[in-house]
């Protein structure tokens, strides 16, 4: 032990000098997109303040004592997050469709592991906006073809974030129903681009198992189920409402997610980083 630091530890204290913590994670507030349209939106609400204070809708008061707490409404969904297989999957003894033996396992479930490891971050801005009528385009094994010639192929435990800067739609109010409503609920504009069957099957046979977009979901604005129903059912994990990949380099950052460990989730929100190399 040296200085307090355990032997053990030096070389990885060492190693994160060398890094920046990026952080990956969209905000939560009401008036965000946070939530699917379909969905119980954010909400957080106060609960206790340091202080009795007039002049508000509802009086705040400090009832309980001098301190500042709210609580929240949390969809699953809501936020960046992970899916777990029992978000599509049905468990074995349902009787329904896609049902297996996988659709038992919950988010609480899910190896950590698997959440962590090197960025492959591919580049699909180029779909952005090139459909119409609420319908996502569609990421190719061509692109994941196409950035593996640059940059080599991808190597198993990589972990695959597209980066389409969708975030930057995620907006307050009606700015940011460009992110999710427009397409989803109104039909009108592109969907986020989100990877097809093709382009997953590329993937596992990569082995490559965790997934994220910036967008909304894996799934698309048009048909979302499929692409949740043949991955999830494969052991992949899906990473979604993902925020800041442009900070990231195509190759050399080291991925982290850590989600809320809720059991019998069917997901569960946290927080996504990344280290980045300095310089």
């Not at 698309?220 to 979604?240: C, F, I, K, T, V």
Request: proline share 9%; charged share 15%; hydrophobic share 40%.
């Amino acid at each position: 032990m040296t200085s307090g630091i355990p032997t053990n530890l030096a070389p990885l204290l060492s190693a994160l000098t060398g890094y920046t913590v990026v952080d990956l994670t969209v905000e939560l507030a009401e008036g965000l997109p946070a939530a699917w349209p379909t969905h119980m939106p954010f909400q957080r609400k106060l609960f206790n303040w340091y202080g009795d204070a007039a002049g508000q809708i509802q009086p705040v008061t400090t009832s309980r004592g001098p301190y500042h707490t709210g609580w929240l409404t949390l969809d699953e969904h809501c936020g960046t997050h992970i899916d777990a297989p029992s978000h599509f999957i049905p468990p074995p003894d349902s009787g329904l469709p896609h049902a297996a033996e996988i659709g038992k396992v919950t988010v609480d479930q899910l190896n950590l592991e698997k959440m962590m490891g090197p960025a492959a971050v591919i580049d699909v801005r180029e779909l952005n906006d090139t459909t119409g009528s609420g319908v996502s385009p569609e990421i190719t094994p061509d692109h994941i073809l196409a950035w593996e010639t640059e940059h080599g192929e991808l190597m198993p435990g990589e972990i695959v974030l597209f980066r389409a800067d969708w975030d930057e739609r995620y907006l307050p109010g009606a700015a940011g129903n460009g992110y999710a409503f427009d397409s989803f609920i109104m039909k009108q504009g592109s969907g986020w681009p989100t990877p097809g069957i093709p382009a997953l099957e590329l993937l596992l046979d990569r082995k490559v198992i965790t997934v994220g977009v910036d967008g909304v979901s894996v799934g698309s604005a048009h048909d979302g189920a499929p692409p949740h129903q043949y991955g999830l059912a494969r052991g992949m994990m899906y990473l979604e409402l993902l925020a800041n990949l442009k900070a990231l380099p195509a190759r050399g950052a080291y991925f982290i997610f850590l989600p809320l460990k809720i059991k019998g989730g069917s997901a569960g929100p946290g927080r996504a980083i990344a280290l980045v190399p300095k310089g």
